[in-house]
Structure formats: structure tokens, C-alpha cells
């Protein structure tokens, strides 16, 4: 039995890190055990210019601990009024990875998304041309869509045909939750990946729903039926290249998550590798975990694999987290997978 694991450091390829006293308190818990990751661009106001991009990569930078070494890539929000030349601009720097598309309304914070999807097609046209990719939160926001078809519906009404009038657009579906999600990746070609988060391996919508509502099992796209995160685990301990890690570590203070009308978003940054190596063994598959967590998201983005490794430990004892990360506007609530886990990151 493997009681010790040691994988290229991990990025994390979908992640949330706020601004201010938020990413002071949360940098840290992505800083300890991830090299990069591609930086949500969902802020308010939201990072739409490479100018706005720059000044927020140098705000991370500069809430980095002296101690911890980690490069944001960053991301644009895309929306209508997107400057095809700025995001081109970006690019060429190297100062942005990817865009990231939302549908108006689908989630936190995005109210400046796409609406209308003729008013993107230059931008997706000069994406597809210089070979920079497009990240989708894939679910739409029509009133008369279950949210928990949401993400099917879309894949048909919207993924597929800007696929189809883009050609050579590479799109990696973020945060996908369904079998439908896995059907369609595994369905297309190398164009097309896309990131699952830890807390769709571990938690159905029950978790949400059953014995009292569970405020921090709330995310988007919200957890689905069982068979879906049955599908979601086959996908991610495959070794299919297509599939890789974005956490999708979304914080919110407890109090907005506590609330009559709580926020979106699970926080899963602080434990996320030893959870993963928890799932990943329950399915027999370590010899995966590292393909999924720390290769296949730069051979995806065209990046290097990280020369630095880490080390996962099975100990005797359950694994203690801590139960809430302090920012200096209060507690944020670390994800719960439920159960007891063994594993740990070795320091
Ligand atoms: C994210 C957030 O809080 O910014 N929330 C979430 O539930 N995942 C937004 C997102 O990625 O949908
Ligand atoms: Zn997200």
C-alpha cells in the first residue's frame, strides 16, 4: 500500500483569490502547495483590460509571502465591449493565459458577461487566431432552465455552436459537473479541455440538501446527481489528458455564505491535494493523480511542467484543517469533505 507520494507541484487551474484583506488571508493556502494558477478575472469591477490585469498580477505578487514563491497566470473577463487588440496586446506579452467567458448572470459577480454572442465574435475570432485560449463557465441563465440542466443545455444551445463558428478555438470547459460535461470533452478533439474541482469529486447535491441545508457545499455550477459525480471521478482518475485540476476555490466570509440569500462558492485551497489523494486512492488510481493535478493543465496550456515536486503523506492519524482560514473581515469556512482523510502534504 502506498503510504507516500511524490508528484511534479501541482497548479491549480481555475482559482479565486479576491482582492485586499481577502487575498492577503488566501494567497497563502494556494501559495503553500500550487507553483501557478489561472487567476479568475471576477473581481468588482471586473478585470476586463490588460492594464487592469497588470495592476491586479502586481497586487498578488505583492500580497505573496516573502517565504513563497507562486506566479498568478492571469485571465481577462471577457464582455461585449472587449477590445480585440487589448486582449491580443495581453497576450503577446505574456501577461495573460487565457479569457474567461461568462454568461450574464450565471454566477458571482458576473454581471458585465455576454448576453449577446454576436457582440464577442471578433474577440473569439482573434483569440482562435493567435492560439489563446478560452475558459467558459459553461451553464446558462434562462428563468425557464432548471439550474441543475443548466450546464447540459448549454453545452448544446451555446458551447457547441461558438465551437463550430470558431474553428481553432481552444475552450476548456471550467468546472464541469455532469456526465454530459465528460461526454462532450471526451467526444471532440485536442481543442477542447476541461478542469473538475475537488468538491465535485467528493459531494453530490444531497450533500447539499439533505438533513439541512449546507450553506458551503453551495457552489456554481451547483452539484449534481450522484451518477454525475460518478462520471466526474471516472473522468479525473482516467489519465485522459483533457481532464485537469481547476479547484474552483471560491472564498466568501462566512457571513455571506450564511445568509438568507448565500453567495456561490466553495473554499477548498487549504486541503485540497490531500483530499485528492484521498479520492484518488478510493478509486485505485495514484498513478493518476499527478497527470491530472500537475501535467496535463500545461500541456493543455502549453506551459512546462513544474521542476519542483511535493510529497503526500498517508498517516495513521486523520488528517486536522484547520476549520476556517481569519481574513481581516472575518472567517472563511475551509470545505469539509465529511469524512476522514489521512492524507497530508509533507512540508
Ligand atoms: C465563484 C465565485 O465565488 O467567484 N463561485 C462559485 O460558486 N464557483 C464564481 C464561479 O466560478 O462560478
Ligand atoms: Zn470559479
Redesign the pocket.
Known amino acids: 500500500m502506498i503510504q507516500k507520494l511524490t508528484i511534479a507541484r501541482p497548479d491549480d487551474w ?1 482559482l ?1 483569490l ?1 482582492d485586499g484583506a481577502m487575498l492577503e488571508a488566501v494567497l497563502p493556502e494556494t501559495a503553500r502547495h500550487f507553483a501557478r494558477a489561472i487567476i ?1 478575472p ?1 473581481l468588482v469591477p471586473p478585470v476586463v483590460t490588460g492594464a487592469q490585469a497588470a495592476a491586479y498580477k502586481d497586487r498578488i505578487v505583492a500580497a505573496l509571502p516573502n517565504d513563497m514563491s507562486f506566479e498568478p497566470l492571469m485571465t481577462l473577463y471577457l464582455t461585449e465591449d472587449s477590445d480585440p487588440e487589448d486582449i491580443a496586446a495581453a497576450h503577446a506579452t505574456g501577461l495573460i493565459k487565457a479569457v474567461k467567458l ?1 454568461p450574464a448572470g ?5 454581471a458585465s458577461g455576454v448576453a449577446d454572442f454576436k457582440n464577442v465574435r471578433a474577440s473569439l475570432e482573434k483569440m482562435a487566431e493567435i492560439g489563446l485560449p478560452l475558459c467558459v ?1 459553461g451553464e446558462v441563465t434562462h428563468d425557464d432552465v432548471d439550474i441543475f440542466d443548466r450546464e447540459a443545455v448549454f453545452i448544446d444551445t451555446v458551447l457547441d455552436p461558438i465551437r463550430k463558428a470558431t474553428p481553432g478555438l481552444r475552450v476548456i470547459m ?2 464541469i459537473t455532469t456526465k454530459d460535461g465528460v461526454a462532450y470533452v471526451q467526444d471532440h478533439a485536442t481543442d477542447l479541455g476541461a478542469t473538475i ?1 475537488t468538491h465535485h469529486l467528493i459531494i453530490n447535491r444531497n450533500h447539499i440538501l439533505v438533513g439541512g441545508i449546507k450553506p458551503h457545499y ?4 451547483v452539484a449534481k446527481r450522484e451518477e454525475h459525480r460518478l462520471a466526474l471521478r471516472a473522468a479525473a482518475t482516467s489519465g485522459d489528458k483533457r481532464f485537469f485540476l481547476g479547484t ?1 476555490s ?3 466570509l462566512d457571513g455571506d455564505k450564511e445568509s438568507a440569500c448565500g ?4 473554499f477548498t485551497a487549504t486541503n485540497t491535494m490531500a483530499l485528492l489523494a484521498h479520492v484518488f486512492e478510493e478509486d485505485g488510481a495514484l498513478d493518476t493523480l499527478e497527470g491530472f493535478a500537475s501535467r496535463n493543465g500545461p500541456q493543455f496550456y502549453g506551459l512546462p511542467v513544474n521542476d519542483e515536486t511535493i510529497t503526500l503523506v498517508k498517516n495513521e492519524q486523520a488528517t486536522v484543517f484547520p476549520g476556517k482560514i481569519e481574513s481581516a473581515n472575518g472567517p472563511v469556512t475551509v470545505f469539509d469533505p465529511g469524512y476522514d482523510v489521512f492524507w497530508t502534504v509533507a512540508d
Request: glycine letters at 4%; aromatic letters at 8%; proline letters at 7%.
Open positions: 481555475h479565486h479576491r479568475m471576477n461568462y450565471a454566477t458571482t459577480n458576473s463557465h471550467e468546472h474541482t453551495y457552489c456554481l455550477p474552483d471560491a472564498p466568501h453567495c456561490a462558492g466553495c
